[in-house]
Each structure stands twice: as structure tokens, then as C-alpha cells.
């Protein structure tokens, strides 16, 4: 079955598909979609198209409420099209697509992949659960963010770091975030700030939080402070000290090169 909605802006939108085999629930819209209550799939797989451009105007965005619960069963949910707006949620599903993601703060747990094939705008908040969130277009983080429990940031289309620190290690929550900085990716920032992780005892000790560099990470300026990285930073690529001041404070693989202005 493929049941079809067409919510118009600022209608709550709540669906749970209770019996039955694998089915499509396609929520249409010409303008917002506004994800106000849970939707989820007790029994059976259920894939998910949210597309709120159909009249292609362009106009219509996802926005999905705080603490709302999407779950599929093991079905994807795609929104690889839309802009999606998302803070405190849980997302189950081994695949949500979105073409452009705007995270504010807040806690975003997830268990599956995540993949966006645009930007990534990121203005505060947590993103929680074992999984890689790729991002393919560009990355701008404008807030002190987190990554826990074994997420894996995947930057393919470059990164601005504007201002916060980058926690890695930011709960209880067993197992630390990771930052994979792709080849051909630049990673830029001019912020006097870390990427750090924490330590919760034998369980949860941070000590696997890294950044990987296999792009170039690049340090444009700043005070006096600098950005200093307290976790593993394993560089196969290239860092690129322009100005400012870089200092990297744990454990890492150096086989590519750096460069000092």
C-alpha cells in the first residue's frame, strides 16, 4: 500500500502504521511540512517520502517538531530534496536522506545513517547514536555542537567552523564521535576553541574521539588562545597554518604534511 497526504503549511501531521507488509507513506505538500507528533511503525517496515515542493515553487520546507519520534521498522526516509529542520528528535531508520539539513540545538538521536547532499548547517545540539551522517555539500558549524555514541561525521564537501567548541565525547553515552575529514575537503576555521572529548569512567572513557584529516584542515586566524584539538588527530592529508595558533594536545598518525605561514 501507499498511502498519500498533502498537508498544507502548519498542519501537524501524526500517522503509525500498525499491521501489514512493507509500505510507502508519502506525505506531499505545496508548501510546509510540519512533523508535529510521532509517526512510527510497530510491526512492519515502513518507508517514508516527504517532499513538500510538489507544485516545484520551491517554497516548502520539512520541520519536524521537538522531542517528536520518527520510526521505521528498518524502512528509509527520504527527504533527499528538502530542506529539513530538525532540533531534539529521535530518528529510526537505517537511512534518512535530506538535501539540505538545518540542526539547532538541542539532541538529535539517531540509529542508521544519515545522508545529506547538500549543506549542513549546524547551530548547536548533540547528534547521538552509532551511524555516519554524511555530508556532501558544505558543513557550517556556528555553535558548540556534539557528537556521541559512536556517530561519525563524514565531511566530503568542506567544513567553516565559525565559533563554539566541538565535543566529542559530550555524555554518559557509551562511545565517543568521530570527525572524518574526506580527501578533497577543506576543513577551515578561525576559532579560538577545541575539539575535546571527556572522560566518564572505565565505560565511556572518550579515548576513542578523533578527527581523521584526510583533506586539509586549514587555521585561518584567531587570538591569542587558538584552537587547540584534545583528541587523537591522525593526518594523512594536509594541515595548513595560515594564521593563528594550532595546537595539537593528544596522540596521533602524522604521515601527511604541514605547512606554517
Known amino acids: 500500500c501507499a498511502p498519500q497526504g498533502k498537508p498544507k503549511s502548519g498542519r501537524a501531521v501524526s500517522r503509525s502504521k500498525s499491521s501489514g507488509s512493507t509500505s510507502t507513506l508519502q506525505l506531499l505538500a505545496h508548501n510546509d511540512i510540519n512533523i508535529n507528533q510521532n509517526i512510527t511503525s510497530p510491526n512492519n517496515t515502513l518507508n517514508l517520502v516527504l517532499n513538500a515542493n510538489q ?6 520546507q520539512v520541520n519536524i517538531a ?89 565531511v566530503q564537501g568542506g ?42 569512567g572505565p565505560s565511556d572513557d572518550g579515548r576513542s574521539a578523533r578527527f581523521d584529516n584526510l583533506g586539509t584542515f586549514r587555521k585561518t586566524g584567531g587570538g591569542a588562545s587558538g ?3 584534545g583528541t587523537a588527530f591522525n593526518n594523512t592529508g594536509s594541515v595548513d597554518v595560515r594564521a593563528g595558533i594550532l595546537s595539537l594536545q593528544q596522540d596521533g598518525t602524522h604521515a601527511g604534511g604541514f605547512s606554517v605561514a
Open 55 to 60: 507544485d516545484g515553487s520551491g517554497g516548502g
Open 66 to 154: 521537538n522531542n517528536v519520534t520518527l520510526d521505521t521498522a528498518g524502512g528509509t526516509i527520504n527527504a533527499s530534496a528538502e530542506t529539513v529542520n530538525i532540533g531534539t528528535a529521535t530518528i529510526i531508520a537505517p537511512l534518512f536522506s535530506a538535501g539540505t539539513l538545518n540542526l539547532s540545538p538541542g539532541t538529535l538521536t539517531l540509529t542508521g545513517d544519515v545522508n545529506v547532499s547538500g549543506a549542513l548547517n549546524w547551530s548547536g545540539g548533540i547528534m547521538t547514536g552509532a551511524g555516519k551522517t554524511l555530508v556532501s555539500g558544505p558543513l557550517a558549524i556556528t555553535a558548540s555542537i556534539g557528537l556521541d555514541a559512536g556517530r561519525v561525521l563524514d
Open 159 to 200: 567544513a567553516n567552523w565559525i565559533s563554539g567548541n566541538i565535543d566529542l565525547n559530550p555524555t554518559a553515552a557509551v562511545g565517543s564521535g568521530v570527525i572524518l575529514n574526506a580527501a578533497g575537503s577543506i576543513f577551515t576555521t578561525d576559532v579560538d576553541g577545541a575539539i575535546l572529548t571527556r572522560d566518564f
Open 227 to 229: 584552537t587547540t584539538i
